[in-house]
């Protein structure tokens, strides 16, 4: 008997968390290992291109008129601007704007998905991004409290 969808994309979506949190409990074990916290956001560059690949098929399947050539736009860049942010900059801005990358996405989710068929989506984004980021407050703060050991 198949899955049913929701069930499935649930079960997906928090075996998706495992790794931000393997890896951040990884950084604490191996003495705050930089290389770490390289690879968690390098994880979470490949979460953000995944999201923003969905939301790229749903606003060109959709009949979203306000906004969409933004909203289109916006899938695009976040994954590219993610992408060059992990050559150019120190891991405290990567991690803040992660964070914020992240919840941008979520806001991009709530105005592309706003079908009432979609509430089951949104209740499951907003719970993993809020741990995705959740994750991320911890690192920034693990990162920053390592410069004082």
């Known amino acids: 008997m198949p899955i049913e969808k ?3 994309a649930t079960i ?3 075996l998706g968390l495992i790794p931000f949190f393997v890896l951040t409990i990884i950084f604490f074990i191996s003495n705050f290992n930089n290389y ?3 690879v968690y956001l ?3 560059n490949i979460i953000l291109s995944f999201l923003c690949g969905a939301q790229w098929s749903k606003i060109l399947n959709s009949d979203i008129s306000n906004n969409k050539n933004l909203l289109l736009t916006l899938s695009v860049l976040v994954p590219v601007f993610s992408f060059f942010l992990d050559f150019f900059s120190n891991k405290d801005i990567k991690i803040t704007i992660y964070m914020i990358l992240f919840f941008s996405t979520n806001f991009i989710d709530e105005k592309i998905f706003s ?3 979609n509430v089951w989506y949104l209740k499951l984004r907003k719970r993993l991004t809020f741990l995705v980021i959740l994750t991320l407050v911890i690192n920034l703060f693990a990162v920053n409290a390592y410069r004082f050991l």
């Open 42 to 44: 390098f994880y979470a």
């Open 6 to 8: 929701r069930k499935l």
């Open 36 to 38: 770490v916290v390289d």
């Open 12 to 14: 997906l979506g928090y």
């Open 115 to 117: 079908e009432s068929s």
